[in-house]
């Protein structure tokens, strides 16, 4: 069966074409998914993200588009990936994946009641003053230590494009965007320890 007819199957519920479907294109979700980093999370992380992608790909695909279901899948899981890295690093997140648990908090002595503390989420002037401050810092050691070639690559990766949509924006080979990306994750290894 060509991969058209098994998504209209799989769109039928027929569970079968839905699995062949994911174990055929699984490869094609593990070369996408290469090309992308999540923040906080592991290559497994990527690839569950991907087949998401894939999945939603089978049910949307339309035959009427005039267009083949590998090429329209391949969209489907760049869309999804580059959904998930603006997700993590987006700022509403960070609330969640600094929180802790109440139940960790300490009792008060006196009465045995739980004391709970809850500081201000929001920063203080002094504290906006020295991030921009630091901020800057950080920018200008990045400017000084890269390459004007590595701060285009570093940017448009920052902006979640993949290593083929750098290639093409930059007119560089996918090996050359990758040999960028390593000397700069090499370059700015200074900024883990500050």
Request: hydrophobic share 35%; aromatic share 6%; proline share 3%.
């Amino acid at each position: 069966m060509t991969d058209e007819e098994l998504v209209l199957k799989a769109q039928k519920n027929d569970e079968a074409s839905v699995n062949l479907l994911l174990t055929r294109y699984k490869h094609l979700v593990n070369k996408i998914a290469r090309s992308y980093f999540l923040a906080d999370g592991d290559s497994e992380d990527i690839l569950q993200e991907g087949m998401i992608g894939l999945y939603k790909a089978i049910i949307n695909f339309d035959p009427a588009k005039n267009v083949s279901f590998k090429t329209f899948a391949s969209t489907c899981i760049r869309h999804q990936l580059q959904s998930a890295i603006k997700v993590s690093s987006s700022e509403k997140n960070k609330i969640l994946s600094s929180a802790i648990s109440i139940s960790d908090s300490p009792l008060d002595e006196e009465d045995g009641d739980l004391e709970i503390f809850i500081p201000s989420s929001l920063p203080s002037p002094d504290d906006k003053v020295l991030e921009k401050e630091r901020f800057k810092e950080i920018k200008d050691k990045i400017i000084d230590t890269l390459s004007a070639l590595e701060l285009k690559v570093l940017s448009l990766y920052l902006k979640g494009y993949s290593y083929q949509e750098i290639s093409s924006l930059s007119g560089l080979s996918k090996k050359s965007i990758d040999n960028a990306l390593t000397r700069i994750k090499n370059k700015l290894a200074f900024l883990k320890n500050n």
